[in-house]
């Protein structure tokens, strides 16, 4: 089984966050990610990356104090169908819009945390 996830990232710990020029907010210590993962736990993406990127990147929980699980949906039968959605909701809360020092994996899924960004993840999570 496979899942989408929704992530909050806060406490930054790292050497710089920075808004690109085309984005719509300004950024206020809070991150958001979309992303998906083989099972269904919460946090599995969050456990695989500081198994697998801990000599070979930052890990998240290095860099950012808290994490949250912002909702979870599970029960897909391939990654390809969640991917799909993730793309779905990627699309839907607009590209990625800042620069970070570190180079992380996943990176291409986190987006500056907005309210408007806030309401369309609750209407696919929550």
């Not at 210590?29 to 946090?43: D, P, R, S, T």
Request: with cysteine.
């Amino acid at each position: 089984m496979f899942s989408v996830y929704w992530y909050i990232f806060s406490e930054y710990r790292g050497s710089s966050i920075t808004e690109q020029y085309k984005a719509k907010s300004r950024y206020e210590g809070v991150l958001y990610k979309v992303g998906h993962q083989k099972g269904e736990e919460e946090f599995g993406r969050v456990l695989a990356n500081a198994k697998y990127d801990k000599d070979i990147n930052p890990i998240w929980i290095d860099l950012w104090g808290n994490i949250q699980c912002g909702g979870i949906i599970k029960g897909f039968n391939s990654k390809e169908e969640a991917k799909a959605v993730e793309e779905k909701i990627l699309q839907a809360i607009g590209p990625k819009d800042f620069n970070l020092y570190e180079k992380i994996s996943g990176i291409r899924e986190f987006r500056i945390a907005s309210q408007e960004r806030k309401q369309i993840l609750n209407k696919y999570f929550n």
